[in-house]
């Protein structure tokens, strides 16, 4: 027989939620980064030994969390941004503030800094990234650790992009 229950959601909640466009607190990306960091250790690279882990900050103030998780087929591979995003969107998200990324080469322990790069998002990711945001009011946070950041928008990191807005009828 099997039981099935219940448990509750392990997400962090900023309150008030930052609002789109508005520069996000330190202490906030402190927590995300922190958050991302937590989880790093659940990345699944046995491929490419490249471990990586992302928090996103959703309009509801929910800090989703996501590794990248490898198969023997490459293309099959999801990136950590897109599995904190889908898991977001499961949830019924829809709208990013931020998203802090924190990895590197064999890096799933998050306090061997050395070995953390400024882990950026790849083409995909910052599409799907496009899909849930606008691209200049949305945070994208490089971490090395928490006090060792690099930040940009989205636009700048995804110039020019297509958005569901360009495939709206008129």
């Known amino acids: 027989m099997y039981s099935i229950a219940e448990t509750e959601e392990k997400l962090l909640k900023v309150t008030p939620p930052p609002a789109e466009g508005a ?52 293309t099959n591979t999801i990136c950590a941004e897109r599995n904190a995003i ?16 924190v990895g590197g080469p064999n890096s799933d322990d998050p306090d061997d800094l050395a070995k953390h790069d400024y882990c950026t998002p790849c083409g995909v990711c910052r599409q799907v990234m496009r899909d849930f945001a606008r691209p200049d009011k949305m945070t994208v946070i490089c971490a090395k650790s928490e006090t060792d950041y690099r930040e940009w928008t989205l636009e700048q990191l995804l110039p020019e992009s297509f958005g569901p807005e360009d495939l709206e009828e008129e």
């Not at 250790?41 to 490898?70: D, Q, R």
């Not at 889908?86 to 990324?101: N, S, T, V």
């Open 23 to 74: 520069e996000v607190p330190e202490e906030v990306k402190a927590a995300m980064i922190r958050q991302a960091m937590d989880i790093l250790k659940n990345s699944y690279a046995p491929y490419s030994h490249y471990n990586v882990a992302a928090a996103v900050l959703m309009s509801s103030g929910k800090i989703y969390t996501g590794v990248n998780v490898e198969s023997a087929l490459l």
């Open 86 to 101: 889908f898991h977001a969107a499961a949830q019924g998200e829809r709208k990013i503030i931020a998203i802090a990324i």
